[in-house]
């Protein structure tokens, strides 16, 4: 039992995910303790002259009819053109965590008090790829001056946002590998110093594509083999592992605090009862040895 006011415990009511395991929270999870694996072998368009051959891919409509991707459900063409995939992942997850969490305000007023935090590694890197190929190809005269907004990382947050109306404080932390729970981090932060009553927060990723493979390939980063078994590929405690299979998707929490879910009668998932971030200033991608800085 936490000795915080309900005021200052910091709890979810909402959740959402859109993963290589399909979209939607139940579905993944009875997936995910069935044994399934969402790593598969990616297609040679990815992974010519990379020697990696498997990743994590968000399965479409048309391979997962259950619980398949399938942005045109949602997401109106005109407003597809102006958006990256990692976008519309952020969308969808912000949408079922919403929906579970009963957090549709109406009035300026609750708006204001909504945060939306949603990180992303490195944004829309694959509509930054494909800038430059259209570049080479026809001259930047031909890129859609919508370019810059599909690829920005705070853009996720920025269509959440609008969206819903949310005119609360936005942030978009960028920290690689942390940048997801650092987004859940600050925005418990925002609502425990008064700054916000709740948060859509978590993180989303879209970048398979042949150079951010072939960047963490050079840097001997990834996982090579398991062509033939790529559900054997992410194994990152085995002592015989190689590297991390690199995947895509969003997970996107509702928080608030205690007296607030209590209030509006929201019913609390789970705690969150501790944060912290450091840096060990040691190296840009490796830890030091005895584990400080973690």
């Not at 694996?37 to 009819?65: H, K, N």
């Not at 935090?117 to 026809?138: E, K, L, M, P, Q």
């Not at 299979?245 to 998932?269: C, D, F, N, Q, Y």
């Amino acid at each position: 039992m936490s000795h915080l006011a309900s005021s200052q415990r910091i709890v979810i009511t909402g959740a959402g995910i859109v993963s290589p395991l399909g979209c939607g929270v139940e579905t993944v999870w009875r997936r995910l303790t069935a044994g399934e694996s969402g790593i598969r072998t990616l297609p040679d368009t990815l992974t010519a002259g990379t020697g990696i051959s498997v990743g994590g891919s968000v399965p479409g409509i048309d391979e997962d009819p259950l619980a398949g991707y399938d942005p045109e459900a949602f997401i109106a063409p005109k407003e597809r053109k102006k958006m990256s995939r990692f976008i519309e992942f952020a969308l969808l997850a912000a949408e079922e965590a919403l929906n579970q969490a009963a957090w549709h305000p109406e009035d300026e007023a609750t708006r204001e008090r909504t945060a939306t935090i949603i990180a992303s590694g490195v944004g829309g890197f694959g509509a930054i790829a494909d800038a430059v190929r259209t570049t080479d190809a026809r001259g930047p005269r031909r890129l859609s001056p919508f370019t810059a907004p599909s690829f920005l990382a705070n853009m996720a947050a920025g269509h959440v946002s609008i969206k819903h109306g949310f005119t609360g404080p936005l942030g978009a932390p960028v920290t690689a590998c942390a940048a997801g729970v650092q987004a859940i981090g600050d925005a418990a932060r925002l609502i425990r110093s008064g700054e916000a009553d709740i948060a859509i927060c978590g993180g989303t990723e879209a970048a398979l594509d042949r150079v951010t493979l072939g960047c963490f390939a050079a840097a001997r980063a990834l996982c090579v083999g398991y062509e033939d078994q790529p559900h054997h590929a992410s194994r990152p405690f085995d002592r015989d592992r190689n590297g991390f299979v690199m995947a895509e998707g969003a997970g996107l929490l509702v928080i608030e605090s205690l007296a607030h879910a209590e209030a509006r009668g929201a019913t609390p998932l789970a705690e969150i009862v501790g944060y912290g971030t450091s840096a060990d200033a040691y190296h840009l991608t490796a830890g030091p040895e005895d584990g400080s800085g973690a």
